[in-house]
């Protein structure tokens, strides 16, 4: 499975966007999906992920603006951001772990945030 973001921009702080993940193949075996970012001289960190049953979880830095959801039948994952921050700015990353034990092993190419004053 190849993973493709889509959706990043320049946006007002306070602003909102959403991001796309397309999938080349089927994700409904997937067991979980998630955002990752990473700005700037910092690490890269998991924004959010969801798995198969639907549940979610959230860093805490986007709990209650940002919402994660996967559509099995389009084969696409989602992160609807709201209430951007400034240091929301940063490279997002959509990636898949086939099992609830295993690494994220499949990663897309990373689609550009970047929230201005």
């Known amino acids: 499975v190849q993973l493709v973001e889509s959706g990043g921009g320049l946006v007002q702080a306070g602003g909102s966007l959403r991001l796309s993940c397309a999938a080349s193949g089927s994700i409904s075996s997937v067991s979980t999906m998630a955002w990752h970012r990473q700005a700037p001289g910092k690490p890269r960190e998991l924004v959010a992920a969801?798995?198969?049953?639907?549940?979610?979880y959230y860093a805490v830095s986007v709990e209650g603006r940002f919402t994660i959801s996967r559509d099995n039948a389009k084969n696409t994952l989602y992160l609807q951001m709201n209430g951007l921050r400034l240091e929301d700015t940063a490279t997002y990353y959509c990636?898949?772990?086939?099992?609830?034990?295993?690494?994220?092993?499949?990663w897309g190419q990373g689609t550009q945030v970047t929230v201005s004053t």
């Open positions: 969801i798995n198969n049953g639907g549940n979610a």
């Open positions: 990636a898949a772990a086939a099992t609830p034990y295993s690494d994220y092993d499949t």
